[in-house]
């Protein structure tokens, strides 16, 4: 089951949801090597992705007996140049003793993004605003006020 975080911004109210973690159809199976829901579909994790040039890179991959990482999901990136925050799919594949990880670039400044451990996060008691000490700038607004909110589960 994953975690839902609402990334809010105090000064225009805009809400983002962020889905972290895995859901039920997450299977290593499912995302790796085939789509138990649609037999004639790829496996989930092209689904998964918006980097056409990671797509082709994991295709090569796993049609070469690549062998998917134990810990995968949607993980929280961020951006220490311009500040922003998206939602990418962690994944890893070994092939001949060899990790991949797949490199996220941001979308608005095309700088290379790194996961934001929520672990650094204090997290308090639910429902809660989550203490942080980035600069987070809304997309909306541009504006530097924006907070994580704990915000329930999603499978």
């Known amino acids: 089951m994953g975690s839902m975080i609402n990334l809010k911004c105090k000064d225009c109210k805009t809400d983002n949801i962020c889905y972290i973690g895995i859901g039920m159809s997450y299977s290593p199976e499912n ?3 085939t789509n138990i829901f649609y037999k ?9 992705l918006n ?8 295709e090569s991959k796993l049609n070469n007996n690549a062998i998917p990482g134990e810990e995968y999901g949607n993980e929280i990136y961020y951006c220490k140049k311009c500040k922003s925050i998206e939602v990418n799919f962690y ?22 993004i790194d996961i934001l451990s929520l ?7 639910y429902p809660h605003e989550m203490k942080h000490e980035l600069e987070i700038k809304c997309e909306k607004c541009k504006g530097n006020n924006t907070v994580f909110i704990e915000w329930g589960d999603w499978d």
């Open 91 to 112: 994944f890893s594949l070994i092939q001949n003793n060899e990790l991949y990880v797949p490199k996220y670039k941001c979308k608005l400044c095309n700088n290379e």
């Open 119 to 125: 672990e650094k996060l204090d997290w308090g008691f």
């Open 31 to 33: 995302v790796f090597l």
């Open 40 to 48: 004639n579909k790829k496996p989930l994790i092209y689904e998964l």
């Open 51 to 58: 980097d056409e040039s990671i797509k082709k890179i994991i």
